[in-house]
């Protein structure tokens, strides 16, 4: 009886031990660090040669962000490209560091 329990005991510690350490490096990828972050403010510059928008956070620090083919642009709720977004819109930008998830634009007022 206690051969029978040292024997389980051991197939145990043997399979679950890398098991629970494959499991713990899932969880802590390098990416794991870079989640996407809601940043606000005014667009000053759509380049669309470089396909990079740039905007004015409420700090008045200028942040450039990188868009690309995945990029989501809305304008007032409904989908739109970045052919669209121009300077003195108000946007929320969905990013990664420095590329763009997804952009959420509000066409400008009109005087």
Not at 7 to 21: D, K, Q, R, T, Y
Not at 88 to 93: A, Y
Not at 97 to 111: G, N
């Amino acid at each position: 009886m206690v051969r029978t329990y040292l024997l389980l005991s051991a197939a145990f510690l043997f399979l679950g031990v890398p098991i629970a350490a494959t499991a713990a490096q899932m969880g802590s990828s390098p990416d794991a660090s870079a989640k996407a972050k809601d940043i606000t403010g005014t667009i000053t510059k759509v380049d669309a040669i470089g396909n990079s928008l740039t905007i004015q956070k409420a700090d008045n620090q200028e942040q450039t962000f990188k868009l690309d083919a995945a990029t989501k642009v809305t304008v007032d709720g409904k989908p739109s490209t970045a052919a669209n977004l121009k300077s003195g819109q108000e946007v929320t930008v969905q990013a990664e560091k420095d590329k763009a998830l997804s952009v959420s634009a509000a066409s400008p007022p009109t005087s």
